[in-house]
């Protein structure tokens, strides 16, 4: 996890002008505010926040306001193969005969999605390991660790190719699949969190006074990972969404007549050589400016829940 940047300094001082203003006049400022009031001076992170909701909208609300079929292909085989942009479809068509500008909708439904839930389980995994690991210390973090190292040995991209061609290639196995093998750098940063947090005066003096171990995480290791816990859950989303696309352009991603966008850009790479632009560029555009929007919310929420950037 990469430190704050360097204008971290002055930019709190501006994020929080307003505040220290509220709390001169004897006004205590909420904790959410504050971190809202940060987030919001990020305006890439707004941007970004208002692009993603359009994206979830177009994907989910989009197919019922533009009917198209994406599910029977051999309804679509009436339709011109590879037609270009038109009135009937603004897109043009791919070539199974498919409407792109809903194959884009359809296949955004299933890669927002399958990201999102493979983030999920990636970010609670890695939490709870990483949280376990570290807090414990000694042999159990040795043991935990050396596992760790091991997983870690193996590429990620190989692993999950063999997984995927061992066993049954289904929806919700691409799910679980890239959840389970994701959270392997999420649980070492966690790790670095709960070694750094229990060695503070106020975790050490919880444990003077009796606090049990559970105590100790829930209200001072946990709340304090929050950072990392939200950025690292964030770019988690992201990674899923990429490894989904990287398997779909590799030919195992959702089995057909589903898609993703992994697997249109790689039906569309093949038919880029005979012009057919529209089944390539739309859906790549729109893939890269999702995956950075992901990434400014990331960094935005990162300084929102960052305590240096509180004021107390």
């Known amino acids: 996890m990469t430190d704050l940047h360097e204008d971290s300094v002055p930019r709190a001082s501006l994020v929080t002008e307003n505040l220290a203003d509220l709390e001169a006049m004897g006004e205590i400022v909420p904790l959410w505010k504050q971190r809202l009031h940060i987030f919001l001076h990020n305006k890439f992170a707004i941007i970004s926040v208002l692009f993603i909701l359009a994206t979830v909208l177009f994907c989910y609300v ?42 884009i909708m359809y296949g955004g439904e299933y890669s927002l999605s399958l990201g999102m839930l493979a983030g999920v389980i990636t970010i609670v995994v890695g939490t709870i390991y990483g949280m376990v690991s570290g807090f414990l210390g000694g042999l159990v973090d040795t043991m935990m660790m050396r596992v760790l190292d091991a997983l870690l040995s193996i590429p990620l991209l190989f692993l999950l190719i063999t997984l995927i061609a061992v066993f049954q290639r289904t929806t919700v196995f691409l799910i679980v699949i890239i ?50 816990i939200v950025t ?81």
């Open 62 to 103: 989009g197919p019922i306001l533009y009917h198209t079929n994406q599910t029977n292909q051999a309804i679509a085989l009436n339709a011109v193969w590879n037609q270009q942009p038109s009135l009937h479809h603004l897109l043009g068509t791919d070539s199974s005969g498919f409407d792109e500008l809903g194959r």
């Open 179 to 228: 959840g389970v093998t994701g959270w392997f750098g999420n649980a070492r940063i966690i790790r670095g969190d709960a070694l750094l947090i229990k060695k503070l005066e106020y975790s050490q003096a919880a444990t003077a006074m009796g606090a049990s171990k559970w105590h100790i995480i829930r209200r001072h290791v946990f709340p304090n990972s929050m950072s990392n």
């Open 232 to 312: 690292v859950a964030t770019f988690s989303v992201a990674d899923a969404i990429l490894f989904l696309s990287t398997l779909g352009f590799l030919g195992l991603g959702i089995p057909a007549p589903q898609t993703d966008w992994g697997t249109m850009l790689q039906d569309g790479s093949v038919q880029q050589s005979n012009g057919y632009w529209w089944e390539i560029y739309p859906t790549a555009i729109l893939f890269v400016l999702v995956i950075v929007a992901i990434t400014y919310v990331g960094e935005a929420l990162r300084d929102a829940f960052e305590v240096r950037l509180i004021e107390r």
